[in-house]
């Protein structure tokens, strides 16, 4: 099980709560932060439980631009590329049910591959949640092992502080998925409340130190093999040490 974020040790701050502003809904909140955390693309198939959200999107066209898929599979894909290509989180959106769980091939290749995604999933309402709802899904135990953290934001007064989160984890550390399950009524209740972009993520630790001893040890493998073979993947070029 991923760690929750209130266990996770980070260099991140502590969120300050902004004054309260104008009422936004959920999707209002939701597009504000993408625009906020600099996302010009998203890839998405729409779909009853995110309606509310797409309604915001096509409201906010000018400023973010939706690339809409024949299936979920594409938009999970076609955000891996653009996140491998950008260096930035790509962003991918689903319905509920079948279209949620159509974007898993896409989320474990991308932890695998140490990709940066941010996933928004739509998810029936809160009460329905756990009823075997029309197309509920249990997205939270589906992706728990393939992604760095997921959320479902059941309080609209958390919401941009989970997205904030969510870019965080994302692209800090070794980068790979996080996912949010976000329901249709989420979306549509509205908050006064903002928070700061600083994720409060007091136990995330981003990078981990090499012990000298264990680099003594593999020093000393290397150099008694015969034949020395040394295989590096994307966290080399992550890391920026791909020339070394």
Known sequence: ?????????????TPHHRPEQAPRSGARITVDSLLRHGVELVFGF?????????DELLDRQDALRHILVRHEQGAI??????ARVTGKPGVAIGTSGPGASNLITGIMDAYLDSTPLV????????P???NNAFQECDMICMTSSITKHNFQVRDVDKLEATLDQAFYLASTGRPGPVY?????DVQLQTSTRGSAPDADLPYYVTTRPLAPEAATRAAAVIRNAKRPLIVLGQGAVIAGAHEL
Not at 1 to 13: F, I, L, V
Not at 46 to 54: A, E, F, K, R
Not at 119 to 126: D, H
Request: glycine share 12%.
């Open 180 to 184: 949010i399950d976000l329901p249709k």
């Open 77 to 82: 894909h076609a955000a891996q590329a653009y």
């Open 1 to 13: 099980m991923n760690p929750e974020p209130s266990q996770a040790r980070s260099h991140a701050k």
């Open 46 to 54: 729409p779909g009853g439980t995110v309606i509310p959200l797409y």
């Open 128 to 130: 329905l949640i756990g």
């Open 119 to 126: 996933v928004i999933g739509g998810q029936v309402a809160t």
